[in-house]
């Protein structure tokens, strides 16, 4: 079992930047398959951006494309920066680890979730 923190969330304008931390509490963060997801009101839980053990990304959501960075170190922190946000990027966003696994973009794949970090986008 792997306990998830995430940070960073808050209230931003649109147009602004915003960075989330998700730390881990494992000494194994390394081969952990990390995922971002978010979910909107009334929305369902959707993927955002992934990175694998060895750090290769996935393809992000069609949506945040060209918007978003990941990154990780092998000690127990992934990060995921926001650009140019927008009002329908409003969500809680969860950090999800996992075993490596072939679809990151399934949320089925990732056995242990942190509690979420809201994001407000509003001007």
């Known amino acids: 079992q792997v306990h998830l923190v995430e940070s960073g969330g808050g209230m931003v304008q649109p147009g602004d930047s915003l960075r989330l931390s998700c730390t881990a509490s494992?000494?194994?963060?390394?081969?952990?398959?990390i995922g971002w997801f978010r979910q909107a009101p009334g929305k369902e839980r959707e993927f955002v951006a992934a990175?694998?053990?060895?750090?290769?990304?996935t393809p992000w959501a069609d949506s945040v494309k060209g918007r978003l960075s990941i990154s990780r170190n092998y000690v127990d922190t992934a990060s995921l920066e926001l650009h140019s946000l927008k009002p329908e990027d409003t969500a809680v966003y969860y950090c999800?680890?996992?075993?490596?696994?072939?679809?990151?973009?399934?949320?089925?794949?990732?056995?242990?979730w942190g509690q979420g970090t809201q994001v407000t986008v509003s001007s």
């Open positions: 494992t000494k194994t963060f390394g081969i952990y398959t």
């Open positions: 999800a680890a996992g075993a490596p696994m072939s679809n990151m973009q399934s949320a089925t794949g990732y056995t242990n």
């Open positions: 990175i694998g053990p060895y750090g290769s990304p």
